[in-house]
Each structure stands twice: as structure tokens, then as C-alpha cells.
Nanobody, 131 residues
Framework: QVHLVQSGGGSVEAGTSLTLSCAVSKIPADEVCLGWFRQTPGKRREGLATIGHDGSIKYDDSVNGRGTNGRFTISQEDTGNTLSLLTLQVDNVKPEDTSRYFC?????????????????WGQGIQVNVSS
């Protein structure tokens, strides 16, 4: 059974850095795409970044990549035979980053931050940024 368990989040001050984690139980497939998303009340879930089975990374155009002065960094490491740790670092957080953040997973080669294509989800974790 697939489990995604999130940690991190909470209340942070603008200008600081934030790290969110997601422990992912191994999905029985060769091609797995993991991603980070966020959602505020009344709005659709917004894709932030994905990392594919081959380590390829894609950031949504709204957040850019870290190498292009982006503030979001996605990473993944295998922590055991059955677990993987997915991480999202957000630098220089802003009040508009206040949202509920979700990690997600899907099976297949296609890997982009489109929430509609993901079927496995973490429980979500709230981040509140104060100015």
C-alpha cells in the first residue's frame, strides 16, 4: 500500500527558509513521478515541482528553477529498501507562500507538476508566513 507522510511546515517569518519533507513508501513500479503542490481555500491545487524516476526535475513556470533565481528546490533520496524521502526547500519565503502544501505521486514516464495527473497524496501540511 502506498503511503505519503508529510512533516515540516507551521508558522515561519518572511525572508527565512522552509523545508518540507514527505516520506514515500516504495511504489511497485519502475517509473514513479513525485511532486510538490499547494492549495489555498477556494482555489485549485497548484503544481510547484516534480522529480522523475530518472532524477529529472521540472518546476512550474510560476516558481522557476533554483538555477534561475528561483526560490523552490525539490530533491529526493532513497532512505531504505522501501522508503524514499522527498523534500521541498523554499528560500526567502513570502506571505503569499501561505498555503497548504501537498506531496504527490503518480506512476508513469510523464512527469510534470499538474495536480490532475497525480493519484497518491500526502495528508497536506499548513504553512503560514508572517510579514
Amino acid at each position: 500500500q502506498v503511503h505519503l507522510v508529510q512533516s515540516g511546515g507551521g508558522s515561519v517569518e518572511a525572508g527565512t527558509s522552509l523545508t518540507l519533507s514527505c516520506a514515500v513508501s516504495k511504489i511497485p513500479a519502475d517509473e514513479v513521478c513525485l511532486g510538490w503542490f499547494r492549495q489555498t481555500p477556494g482555489k485549485r491545487r497548484e503544481g510547484l515541482a516534480t522529480i522523475g524516476h530518472d532524477g529529472s526535475i521540472k518546476y512550474d513556470d510560476s516558481v522557476n528553477g533554483r538555477g534561475t533565481n528561483g526560490r523552490f528546490t525539490i530533491s529526493q533520496e532513497d532512505t531504505g529498501n522501501t522508503l524514499s524521502l522527498l523534500t521541498l526547500q523554499v528560500d526567502n519565503v513570502k506571505p503569499e507562500d501561505t498555503s497548504r502544501y501537498f506531496c504527490g505521486a503518480r506512476v508513469g514516464l510523464w512527469c510534470r507538476p499538474d495536480a490532475e495527473k497525480f493519484i497518491y497524496w500526502g495528508q497536506g501540511i499548513q504553512v503560514n508566513v508572517s510579514s
